[in-house]
């Protein structure tokens, strides 16, 4: 249990300055006081080891998982993954946190101001060049994507920690008070943790997405266990040991590494308040299962993009479609999975603008390259599949990288677009196949005329994932047709708009599920991570000559 006391000696002892001198002596001596790992170095020459942190200690397991290197198939980095007898430390972890939590408004506030300079701390020193410059290059290597890619999330993560130093932890549990009926009576509302937690986090965002959930978790007073993509997990274990050094508490966050079925398994026997998954829809419909519906979902995202009736500014709007599309090899739940371009943009340079750009992204630079969990041979089998459909053609794209040493168990693939007709589309027996989502360099293009926009709505009304979209128009009765006809939760709208960018300025989430979760903001932060709690003051004074009124 944190202690006044402790806080207030952290507080004396470490401040921003210290952290600046502990980075800079660390420069001197090429290493990071926090890091166990050198990015560079990590290689089937130097495999790092991953350990799990529970009831405040770094552990290992008798079970180790080798992960091979994305890049060149080397097992590169040893997993400690806990097996199903090894989580009893777990469940009891969690069982210790009380249903009110490590802290509240009426239990330990104390905490809000602690983890406020925890991120005050945390946000300064991933602002050192040399500790972002190893984190954008330690996902380099387990989630390949360009430096300007994994340095973008490292740089929302810093911006995200800076929104919530100082007084902003405890601005999040802002309550309300509303007049009773009677002097004395009044009714406030709080916002309450729910205690033990589970945070379950993918590969693609390795730093951004935990980060920005765990924290949250921490906020509102939980007591998270943080499970990462084993593929991935070396990040965030380095990110927790920073934490760590940066004033959190050993114990606060327990740190899993498992396989899918022990994770579930320590999820049905710890009985967590709250799980919030990250991944694939498959999955998080079983968990909302396994855990009667305990769960915050941010799944899979078939994402729209609808290129309005006005032309303007088409190198841009070719750019951005390369973008949403392309960039980490496809890799976003909010990439842009399909393209509906109004007959305006077919006739003008839009398509080749795109084969263009798209011919410019190679594997030396990473801006293309391994898709981490769709084979090549599954993604090329899918575009055969849509090219079988009557009026379909390839734009661009359909084959394999070559002249790499990728390993088979991950896909490479040129980035690709097909076009399939509009009318196809729609059709019972192509819808599925056309809305499938790969997580891969991959997208479907249409075209629709002015009377065909209903047709158009159609399809996004019989699409399931409603996560991110584009409406790329500056119309503004267009832009209200679309947006008023349609549900996703975060929607870019305007001649600029993208469907990919998950900054930390605004809500990023799905929309039309009462399961759906939000990460980023404070909204996001309270809804996923706190619910309401009213409690109501009734202290009198009684009335003057009150008796005993008639049962009724």
């Known amino acids: 249990m944190y202690r006044l006391a402790a806080y207030r000696q952290f507080k004396n002892t470490i401040s921003s300055n210290s952290i600046s001198l502990l980075f800079t002596s660390a420069r001197s001596n090429h290493t ?24 405040g200690k770094w552990t290992k397991s008798s079970n180790w998982n080798t992960i091979l290197d994305p890049l060149n198939g080397q097992p590169f980095i040893k997993v400690a993954e806990v097996n199903e007898s090894e989580l009893k430390p777990f469940v009891e972890s969690l069982s210790k946190c009380p249903k009110h939590g490590l802290h509240n408004p009426f239990k330990s506030p104390e905490r809000y101001l602690m983890l406020g300079d925890v991120s005050t701390k945390a946000a300064h020193a991933l602002g050192l060049p040399e500790v972002s410059d190893f984190f954008a290059k330690l996902i380099q290597r387990v989630s390949p994507k360009s430096y300007q890619q994994a340095y973008a999330e490292v740089f929302v993560t810093q911006k995200f920690l800076e929104n919530f130093c100082g007084d902003q932890v405890r601005f999040l549990a802002r309550s309300f008070a509303v007049p009773g009926n009677h002097l004395g009576q009044q009714s406030h509302g709080f916002r309450w943790p729910y205690g033990p937690v589970a945070v379950i ?15 949250g978790a921490l906020y509102m007073g939980n007591k998270p266990v943080l499970k990462v993509d084993s593929k991935v997990c070396i990040v965030m274990e380095q990110m927790l040991r920073l934490l760590h050094d940066c004033g959190l508490p050993v114990d606060d966050v327990d740190f899993i590494n498992s396989d899918g079925k022990t994770m579930n398994k320590l999820l049905v026997e710890a009985k967590p308040r709250m799980t919030l998954f990250t991944g694939s829809s498959r999955v998080a419909e079983k968990l909302a299962d396994d855990l009667s519906g305990r769960v915050k979902l941010e799944d899979a995202g078939f994402d729209w993009k609808i290129l309005g009736p006005d032309v303007n500014e088409v190198d841009y709007v070719a750019w951005v479609c390369d973008q949403d599309a392309y960039a980490c090899s496809g890799q976003k739940c ?29 594997l030396d630079d990473l801006t293309v390259g391994p898709v981490l969990t769709v084979t090549t041979e599954a993604m090329l ?29 991950y896909g490479a693939i040129k980035p690709t677009a097909i076009f399939v007709p509009l009318e196809e589309i729609l059709k019972a027996e192509h819808f599925h196949l056309v809305t499938k989502e790969i997580f891969g360099p991959f997208q479907v293009v249409t075209e629709y005329k002015d009377n065909q926009l209903p047709l158009v709505l159609d399809a996004l009304e019989k699409m399931h994932a409603h996560l991110t979209a584009a409406v790329v128009s500056n119309d503004i009765l267009f832009l209200q047709k ?71």
Request: charged content about 15%.
């Open 32 to 55: 990071l006081p926090f890091a166990t790992v050198k990015a560079e170095e990590v290689s089937g020459s130097q495999p790092a080891e991953v350990h799990n942190l529970v009831q």
């Open 201 to 215: 986090t993918p590969f693609n965002f390795p730093l951004e997405i935990p980060v920005l959930q765990l924290m």
């Open 334 to 362: 909010s990439a842009e999975s399909i393209l509906f371009m109004h007959e305006n943009w077919g006739k003008s340079s839009l398509i080749d603008k795109m084969a263009e750009f798209a011919a410019r992204r190679k």
């Open 381 to 409: 089998d899918h575009a055969k599949k849509l090219l079988q459909i009557p009026g379909s053609r390839l734009l661009f794209g359909g084959e394999a990288l070559q002249n790499h040493s990728i390993p088979q168990i």
């Open 482 to 552: 679309v947006i008023g006809n349609s549900v996703n939760g975060t929607t870019y709208a305007g001649l600029r708009a993208r469907t990919t960018g998950a900054p930390q300025n605004h809500w990023f989430g799905p929309a039309g599920d009462p399961r759906g979760a939000g990460i980023g903001t404070p909204e996001a932060i309270k809804l996923v991570w706190s619910c309401h709690r009213e409690v109501i003051y009734d202290v009198g004074p009684m009335p003057l000559g009150w008796k005993v009124p008639a049962s009724t």
